[in-house]
């Protein structure tokens, strides 16, 4: 059964730093991997998505990758700002069988 | 592209009433959609996975008298909570599986469900 998880649970930086948010996941065999942006009470923004077969993308000050076989994702965000606060999901796709979350990182940037 | 639209995005309901959530495709079509449920502070769980024209794959430990899903046409996946109790109380989001594009998943705006 494939489990996701994230860390650091919660963080907090000063607006202009860059930051890291890890995803690990147990099974390695998946389809892809996505990172989404959740505001308060609010839906899913599609962030990026990352096939099986690639290693990383990017989107403005947005970078993730992925190792497969290590059953790790990370996203990393540059030059932080206060508008990035929000808690971030990443989730595994096993091969469309179900889609399985993390539980988040809050992040909160401070001005 | 690729958005479904997800209403009503608030609903209070009383004890024991039933309250229909609807999701709907707007530009494409939509053979499978998902249904998430997130309690407070925590992540998004699978409930159910409908296919259009089928009977809905409930996830163990998901009532599905009482989560009842349609998903009767292409573009439309319904849920019904019925007999709502304050513990249905919840966030719940769908999600549609878009096939022919890299997007991968699109989801919902999600729906805050309050039975008081």
């Known amino acids: 059964k494939q489990e996701v998880t994230q860390i650091p649970a919660a963080l907090s930086v000063p607006e202009g730093e860059n930051l890291v948010l890890n995803c690990s996941f147990t099974?390695?065999?998946?389809?892809?991997l996505q990172w989404f942006r959740q505001d308060p009470g609010k839906g899913l923004t599609s962030l990026l998505l990352?096939?099986?077969?690639?290693r990383e993308q990017t989107s403005g000050r947005l970078n993730a990758s992925l190792d497969k076989s290590s059953g790790r994702s990370t996203l990393y965000i540059a030059a932080s700002q206060p508008g990035d606060s929000a808690t971030y999901l990443c989730a595994a796709d096993n091969y469309g069988q179900n889609f399985v979350f993390g539980p988040g990182t809050r992040l909160s940037v401070l001005p | 592209g690729a958005v479904v639209s997800q209403h009503p995005s608030r609903v209070i309901c009383k004890s024991g009433t039933s309250v229909k959530i609807e999701c709907r495709s707007l530009?494409?079509?939509?053979?499978?959609m998902f249904w998430y449920r997130q309690f407070p502070k925590q992540s998004l769980m699978l409930m159910a996975t409908s296919n259009e024209g089928s009977k809905a794959t409930y996830e163990q430990g998901v009532e599905k008298d009482k989560f009842l899903i349609n998903h009767a046409s292409l573009t439309l996946s319904t849920l019904t909570v019925t007999s709502a109790h304050p513990e249905d109380s919840s966030f719940y989001i769908c999600?549609?599986?878009?096939?022919?594009?890299?997007?991968?998943?699109?989801f919902g705006s999600g729906t805050r469900l309050t039975v008081v």
């Open positions: 990352i096939q099986s077969s690639q």
């Open positions: 530009d494409f079509q939509a053979t499978t």
């Open positions: 099974d390695s065999a998946i389809y892809n």
């Open positions: 999600s549609a599986k878009v096939t022919g594009e890299v997007y991968g998943y699109t």
